[in-house]
């Protein structure tokens, strides 16, 4: 399959800006996505961008997509405890059937 | 509330033991997923059912196995288990399967441990 990689932590201070990484190998990925999961919960999607665009940006979050590096940015404006979790980038690939989701970045937002 | 829900939220379970995780979802989702979640490892797509019949099977062991007797509710069967099944299982559900910008929602898992 498809690799998806991220770090897997990221420490920022509450009210500091993060950024989460992500790169993939897929260059034929039509949709790319984050994901966040909360402790003792599923995942749940925050927002996701079509492969033919450079960013989004969606209220607190912005994605940036570099498309001929194969890298996925996610950026929290303002940053909350309540940011705290894991941050899964995914990719679909060109028939919209085959996802690949990274390990996580676990996010801790330090008061 | 996601709208999908799975049953147990955690199960024990030794080797020779039976048991299933059930899930519903009341979405009116047309597929649904189950995917293995292991701490510092990408999701693994187990199973895929679009319109209750199996599009998907990822080399997964015979031990486990799916039914999906109708398009809201979906099961893992479980059976002869080895600890290194131990992992948070989680199920999904989407409009379609096989669409655009496909949106995946999730239940809140089983988190299964295998003695």
């Known amino acids: 399959g498809e690799d998806v990689e991220q770090s897997l932590f990221l420490s920022v201070r509450e009210g500091d800006s993060s950024v989460i990484n992500c790169t993939y190998t897929?260059?034929?990925?039509?949709?790319l996505y984050w994901y966040k999961q909360e402790p003792g919960a599923g995942l749940q999607l925050l927002t996701y961008?079509?492969?033919?665009?450079d960013m989004k940006q969606d209220q607190r979050l912005t994605v940036l997509l570099n498309k001929k590096d194969k890298h996925l940015s996610l950026r929290i404006a303002d940053t909350q405890t309540g940011d705290s979790a894991i941050y899964f980038c995914?990719?679909?690939?060109?028939?919209?059937?085959?996802?690949?989701f990274g390990s996580g970045t676990k996010l801790n937002v330090k008061p | 509330e996601t709208g999908v829900t799975q049953t147990p939220r955690h199960l024990v379970m030794g080797m020779t033991n039976k048991k299933s995780l059930k899930c519903e979802q009341h979405l009116g989702h047309n597929a649904m997923y189950w995917y293995k979640q292991s701490a510092k490892k990408p999701l693994e797509l187990m199973f895929v059912y679009s319109l209750e019949e199996r599009v998907e099977n990822n080399s997964v062991p015979s031990r486990f196995s799916p039914e999906c007797p109708n398009s809201s509710h979906l099961f893992l069967h479980l059976h002869t288990l080895q600890p290194e099944d131990s992992a948070l299982y989680l199920c999904a559900s989407s409009q379609d399967h096989g669409s655009r910008a496909t949106k995946l929602f999730f239940g809140s898992g089983t988190q299964l441990s295998v003695l």
């Open positions: 961008i079509f492969s033919n665009m």
């Open positions: 995914a990719e679909e690939g060109v028939n919209f059937n085959k996802f690949y």
């Open positions: 897929d260059s034929s990925s039509t949709y």
